[in-house]
T-cell receptor, first 117, second 112 residues
Framework: SAVISQKPSRDICQRGTSLTIQCQVD?????MFWYRQQPGQSLTLIAT?????????ESGFVIDKFPISRPNLTFSTLTVSNMSPEDSSIYLC??????????????FGPGTRLLVL | KQEVTQIPAALSVPEGENLVLNCSFT??????LQWFRQDPGKGLTSLLL?????REQTSGRLNASLDKSSGRSTLYIAASQPGDSATYLC???????????FGSGTRLSIRP
């Protein structure tokens, strides 16, 4: 299986500030995803991070609030901008390998636990 | 629009019991279905993935089945252990290039 790391693992931030979360994969992947999991809820996809092009955002999520970078095939960042307490969540990155390898299983990072005061 | 439902939301059973977790989806034209485990405050661990052409997958004490026509999947856990306590999520993918859609999860507690 893939090894995916995220930094930071957790953080406590003040409202109005921004936090950048990093996701590193131990092998090259085409598709990387960013999810949010609010307390007691299931996962919601924020965006798909495409290497070499703009990220594709889901309904309800915008680039100004959640800018994403994907500089290469093993790394991506998600920034949570101008944070409010409603942004307190676990943020997870995930990757999917192409068909034929790991059977298109999605693998998830350990998550970044964010608390906004 | 695909919707994924998991029932029950929470389940508590004594150690050693066999148990079944349920997942249902509204659009039977799926590409694959995946079961995950999530420990409190942690990321997700992939347990089993079933392609649309498959009926079941097994890994150790876990067996996942898929009935596309009825829009249902089950995760069977044999001889449950306290270490199985976690939230179990199923997720459905509609096509090869689409996102996966998660159910709300079943929070499982195994009592020693």
């Amino acid at each position: 299986s893939a090894v995916i790391s995220q930094k930071p693992s957790r953080d406590i931030c003040q409202r109005g500030t921004s936090l950048t979360i990093q996701c590193q994969v131990d092998s090259q992947v085409t598709m990387m995803f960013w999810y949010r999991q609010q307390p007691g809820q299931s996962l919601t996809l924020i965006a798909t991070a495409n290497q070499g092009s703009e990220a594709t955002y889901e309904s309800g999520f915008v680039i100004d609030k959640f800018p994403i970078s994907r500089p290469n095939l093993t790394f991506s960042t998600l920034t949570v901008s101008n944070m409010s307490p409603e942004d307190s969540s676990i943020y997870l990155c995930s990757v999917e390998f192409p068909s034929g390898r790991y059977q298109e299983t999605q693998y998830f990072g350990p998550g970044t636990r964010l608390l906004v005061l | 629009k695909q919707e994924v439902t998991q029932i029950p939301a929470a389940l508590s059973v004594p150690e050693g019991e066999n148990l079944v977790l349920n997942c249902s989806f509204t659009d039977s034209a799926i590409y694959n279905l995946q079961w995950f485990r999530q420990d409190p405050g942690k990321g997700l661990t992939s347990l089993l993935l079933i392609q649309s052409s498959q009926r079941e997958q097994t890994s150790g004490r876990l067996n996942a089945s898929l009935d596309k026509s009825s829009g249902r999947s089950t995760l069977y856990i044999a001889a449950s252990q306290p270490g199985d306590s976690a939230t179990y999520l199923c997720a459905v993918k509609n096509s090869s290039a689409s996102k996966i859609i998660f159910g709300s999860g079943t929070r499982l507690s195994i009592r020693p």
